[in-house]
């Protein structure tokens, strides 16, 4: 009796068993139809992994300056002063004269009083990669201590300022689009070390002669992210303790200036790569 009621016990298993492990009734698998997407960019239509879509361009990138060593530029790039050559270069207040900066071992410094210094190419829409250092002997404070600029098109300022322990009004501050925006973090490093700028510019565009499209800036400063896609609302040239100008209609291009404001801030390993607007 206890056998039989064992026995059919299993066979109830292993029926189930076999139910479970049946083929599901399912319908024959169909073939999905292909699918192609297009993508338009720039006016131009490619088919999704399109093969016959132009490779990017090949660039050999720089080095990055560390420990000493002086970086250098990717292969692409316009090197506007390789801490040698400052032919690309001239004074603002005297362009036919001599260089009015003073030039040191693989840098340009300013010097007091001798005006801004500017590039003789001019750029629009760019990618410009500069390092300074401000002065070792720290003298002054807030504006006055390791002031200079760097000016896209001669108009637009990314302020310069030893701001290693020092204050100031915060849209003044380095790495801020002078008067406007403040720079995300400080980041400086000590008076006297070498720091870099990474910036990401692209130009206004006017129309009717009124700004029909704002400057963006994108700003690394010594690698770390200080201006995120930052809509420029207006000028960034000084008006007075509490005003600031306003946007006037330019050209495509402009040169690429580095301020004189009286304190000696050294310059080198500068190089731009021109962008579509
Ligand atoms: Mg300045």
Redesign the pocket.
């Known amino acids: 009796m206890v056998r039989n009621v064992v026995l059919g016990l299993g066979v109830i298993v292993l029926l189930a068993t076999i139910a479970n492990c049946a083929e599901p009734n399912a319908a024959p698998e169909q073939k999905k139809p292909e699918v192609i997407q297009w993508v338009e960019v720039d006016g131009q239509k490619w088919m999704v992994h399109d093969e016959k879509r132009p490779m990017a361009p090949v660039v050999t990138p720089g080095e990055a300056s560390c420990d000493g060593k002086v970086g250098t530029a990717p292969s692409d790039a316009v090197v506007l002063f390789d801490g040698n050559d400052i032919s690309n270069w001239e004074g603002v207040k005297n362009p036919k004269g001599p260089f009015p900066w003073k030039m040191g071992e693989g840098y340009f410094e300013t010097v007091k009083d001798a005006g801004f210094i500017r590039t003789k190419q001019k750029f629009g829409s760019c990618q410009l990669h500069i390092e300074f250092a401000t002065p070792e002997k720290v003298i002054g404070s807030s504006q006055g201590r390791g ?3 760097v000016f896209l098109m001669e108009i637009y ?1 990314i ?3 030893d701001n290693y322990n020092n204050k100031t009004y915060t849209d003044g501050q380095c790495g801020a689009l ?1 008067g406007r925006n403040p720079p995300l973090v400080n980041v400086c490093r000590k008076p006297g070390e070498w720091q870099s700028y990474d910036i990401v510019f692209h130009r206004p565009t006017f129309k009717d002669g009124k700004v029909d499209r704002k400057a963006r800036f994108t700003v690394f400063q010594n690698g770390v992210l200080i201006q995120d896609n930052v809509e420029l609302q207006g000028g960034t040239g000084w008006m007075g303790p509490h005003a600031i100008s306003d946007y006037f209609p330019h050209g495509d291009k402009g040169a690429l200036s580095l ?1 004189d ?1 009286g304190n000696p801030v050294k310059f080198r390993n500068i190089w731009v790569r021109e962008l579509k607007d």
């Open positions: 002031n200079s600029g300022e302020q310069v300022l002078y301020q404001h």
